[in-house]
T-cell receptor, first 115, second 111 residues
Framework: DAGITQSPRHKVTETGTPVTLRCHQTENHRYMYWYRQDPGHGLRLIHYSYGVKDTDKGEVSDGYSVSRSKTEDFLLTLESATSSQTSVYFC??????????????FGPGTRLTVT | QKEVEQNSGPLSVPEGAIASLNCTYSDRGSQSFFWYRQYSGKSPELIMSIYSNGDKEDGRFTAQLNKASQYVSLLIRDSQPSDSATYLCAVRTSGGFKTIFGAGTRLFVKA
C-alpha cells in the first residue's frame, strides 16, 4: 500500500460542530486530494492540493475548507457539520500530472457520521 | 448525462469464467483511464491504467480502450471468488487534473 494514513478512521459528531480530518503521506507526492463517497454517487472530489499552500476546489466544495502547510499533510475541515456531510471520506495522492503520473492512490478512509 | 457511466450491477459470473465490466465517458478529449477495485468497507485500489487505444494486459486483467466510441472495459479472466468487489472506472478529463469516477459495478463470482 502507498504510505497514506487518515485520522480519525471513524467519527461521530453533532450538527453544527467543526470537524477536521487529517491525511498524512510518506511518499513525498506533490498532489493530494479529498473525496467523499456516497451510495449511487461514486467518488466526488471536494478539494485538491498541488503543493504546499496551493489548493483548489473540486465539484462538491461547499461547506469544506482545506489546508496544506507541509508536503505530507492535507487537512479537510467541515466548518459546521451538517447531516448531508455524513459520508466516507478518502484522501488520495498522485505524483505529478505534469510528469505524466496521473494514477491516484487512496488512503484507508474516514467514516464520518453527523447526528 | 453522467460524465462516467457504469452499469451498477450486480454482475454475477461463475468461478473460472470471464467477467466483462464496461464504462462509457462523455468527454471526448479524455486521455487517461483507470480501473480500481474496491472491496466492501475498504478503499479503492488501482488495478489498471490505460492511455492508448487497444488492449493492455496485466495477469488475469485486460483493459480495453476505444476512444472513438468513448468506451473502456475491463476483462477478468479465470474469475475467482476473491475478485468479488465493486469495480470503479475513472477518467481523467481534458484540460486539467480532474479525474471523474463512475459509481462502480458490483461483481459477484460464484464458487
Amino acid at each position: 500500500d502507498a504510505g497514506i494514513t487518515q485520522s480519525p478512521r471513524h467519527k461521530v459528531t453533532e450538527t453544527g460542530t467543526p470537524v477536521t480530518l487529517r491525511c498524512h503521506q510518506t511518499e513525498n507526492h506533490r498532489y493530494m486530494y479529498w473525496y467523499r463517497q456516497d451510495p449511487g454517487h461514486g467518488l466526488r472530489l471536494i478539494h485538491y492540493s498541488y503543493g504546499v499552500k496551493d489548493t483548489d476546489k473540486g465539484e462538491v466544495s461547499d461547506g469544506y475548507s482545506v489546508s496544506r502547510s507541509k508536503t505530507e499533510d492535507f487537512l479537510l475541515t467541515l466548518e459546521s457539520a451538517t447531516s448531508s456531510q455524513t459520508s466516507v471520506y478518502f484522501c488520495a495522492i498522485s505524483e505529478s500530472p505534469q510528469a505524466g503520473a496521473y494514477e491516484q492512490y487512496f488512503g484507508p478512509g474516514t467514516r464520518l457520521t453527523v447526528t | 448525462q453522467k460524465e462516467v457511466e457504469q452499469n451498477s450491477g450486480p454482475l454475477s459470473v461463475p468461478e473460472g469464467a470471464i467477467a466483462s465490466l464496461n464504462c462509457t465517458y462523455s468527454d471526448r478529449g479524455s486521455q487517461s483511464f483507470f480501473w480500481y477495485r474496491q472491496y466492501s468497507g475498504k478503499s479503492p485500489e488501482l488495478i489498471m491504467s490505460i492511455y492508448s487505444n487497444g488492449d493492455k494486459e496485466d495477469g488475469r486483467f485486460t483493459a480495453q480502450l476505444n476512444k472513438a466510441s468513448q468506451y473502456v472495459s475491463l476483462l477478468i479472466r479465470d474469475s475467482q471468488p476473491s475478485d468479488s468487489a465493486t469495480y470503479l472506472c475513472a477518467v481523467r478529463t481534458s484540460g486539467g487534473f480532474k479525474t471523474i469516477f463512475g459509481a462502480g459495478t458490483r461483481l459477484f463470482v460464484k464458487a
